[in-house]
């Protein structure tokens, strides 16, 4: 009995462990996603175009940089494992490279712009170096599908608790540390949450093992015709990205949405007993809330997935999205039509919770399918190209949200805090659509997408039977 109970909490604290590693890369991710935009046009001075840019050709670099750390780690071998020891040696330098991003130097525009550039691929190669070997760890903790749904739920809430933290508090950081509208309070606010990260990367160490051993016995190059050959690798890369760019879409907006459409000194009002009470309508609060509810979502993605499968679940969540997305479109900007925004915003992020540990164990099956059908345990390879739709998702949404607005004549000029000066009706219009329409069509086109994914429930317990034989064989 007592054993039992052992076993019980290593598990536990395991779970907890690794949750504990995307509870650090969440902060970093979620402030890039949904701040960065704006800090690059707002606060460190550059246009919306050249920030746009920004965004996007440093992906060029990830499309190589996030395979080579895929194949570095499926081909480290280590007393600690093959994946976890890049969490203890990059997490300095990820704390260090997140500052650096958010360090605002007093130069001339030029100058300034090589800064950017420089900071942010290296902030990329950095993040590349920690969460790609982080992420194929699922696919070496366990053998089992359903437990590796467990472990991926545990990483997504804990992810989601950390983003929450990160965005409530962000703006009330930058406030308290120089000031919102000041390169000085974005700043130390990063520095806060840098600590933070590199803490708990640490703690993800300490906790967490890897079970199986699992060795690359063929080439670099026959990895690569695997993957290329792999045609559920295919399908999931582009259901994934499609997840990542409605994430995106939606959380670089939310910050212009509120300078811009939100009134200044908006807020929420309700009575509580013989109470009122009367909370500020901010960005921060919209997103922080999102996050609690993203929570929600994950803990209710085992039971769902289990009742339904990965794939109906996908389809299912991705429709509910498109409906909701769509609905927000039409809330009139009132109090009544802010406690909506914010109702949609709590039902599209449980969703979206549902969403990514679903994504995450649907790699690990890739995972298994391409070592039961290539003989190749290329875990790693296989989980960068995940860190790549999650960058690309994330560019492109950044950058078409921001090119998108220049096109529809959005002035970043005006959009600061307390500013009398409206936006053009046609950038207003580009952000409600950026906030409704856009996204709802993102999540169509994942639905037709992953309606072509074969590996359903059945066909994944084959693949674990035959996996279980294929790894005895090797011992």
């Known amino acids: 009995m007592r054993k039992c109970e052992n076993v019980k909490m290593s598990k536990l604290s395991r779970h907890i462990g690794y949750g504990f590693g ?22 460190f001075g550059l246009s919306l175009k ?44 990820f704390s260090i490279a997140g500052i650096l991003l958010f360090t605002t130097p007093d130069w001339g525009y030029t100058a300034k712009l090589v800064w950017a550039y420089a900071t942010y691929i290296l902030m990329m190669t950095v993040y590349t170096g920690i969460n790609v070997p ?12 359903q437990e590796k749904t467990v472990y991926s739920s545990f990483r997504m809430f804990f992810a989601y608790g950390g983003s929450f933290l990160a965005l409530f508090l962000w703006e009330p950081l930058c406030n308290a540390l120089g000031g ?18 590199f803490v708990l990367f640490i703690c993800c160490f300490l906790l967490t093992k890897e079970e199986l051993k699992t060795v690359s016995t063929v080439s670099i190059g026959s990895d690569f015709k695997a993957l290329l050959s792999n045609k559920p690798w295919w399908i999931l890369i582009g259901a994934a990205l499609c997840f990542n760019l409605f994430c995106t879409v939606r959380g670089a907006t939310v910050a212009y949405y509120f300078a811009d459409i939100i009134p200044a000194g908006a807020v929420l009002s309700f009575r509580l007993l013989t109470f009122d009470f009367r909370l500020i309508f901010y960005a921060g609060l919209f997103l922080a809330v999102g996050e609690v ?33 769509v609905l927000f479109f039409f809330i009139p900007v009132s109090q009544t039509g802010f406690w909506l925004m914010l109702l949609a915003q709590i039902l599209i992020s449980m969703l979206t919770g549902v969403m990514s540990p679903l994504v995450w164990s649907m790699y690990a099956d890739v995972s298994d399918y391409a070592e039961q059908k290539y003989k190749t345990a290329s875990t790693g390879l296989i989980f960068s190209s995940s860190s790549m739709a999650q960058k690309f998702g994330g560019a492109i949404g950044g950058s078409a949200a921001l ?9 970043s000029q005006l959009s600061i805090v307390n500013s009398q000066l409206p936006q053009p009706d046609s950038a207003l219009l580009c952000l409600r659509c950026l906030m409704s329409f856009i996204p709802a069509a993102v999540s169509i086109i994942a639905v037709l997408v992953v309606s072509f994914y074969p590996l359903t429930t059945a ?13 005895n064989e090797k011992m």
């Open 22 to 43: 995307d509870m650090s890369s969440s902060m970093f991710w979620k402030v890039f996603s949904y701040y960065l935009p704006f800090f690059y046009s707002n606060i």
């Open 50 to 93: 050249d920030a746009g840019i920004i965004l996007l050709v440093t992906r060029i670099w990830d499309a190589v940089s996030d395979p080579m750390m895929g194949i570095l780690a499926d081909r480290t071998q280590t007393r600690w494992g093959k994946y976890r020891p890049y969490l203890l040696f990059v997490a300095p330098l």
């Open 134 to 145: 982080y992420g194929a760890m699922l696919g070496v903790m366990t053998a089992d599908s």
């Open 180 to 197: 919102y509208n000041t390169p000085q309070g974005w700043f130390w606010a990063m520095v806060v949450i840098a600590a933070a990260c």
């Open 293 to 325: 509810s993203n929570m929600i979502g994950v803990a209710l993605c085992v039971p769902i997935a289990a009742r339904f499968g990965k794939k109906t679940t996908f389809i299912a969540v991705n429709i509910a999205l498109c409906v909701l997305s």
């Open 403 to 411: 090119w998108l607005l220049a096109a529809c004549g959005y002035n």
């Open 459 to 471: 066909k994944m317990a084959e693949i674990d039977a035959q996996l279980k034989i294929q790894r």
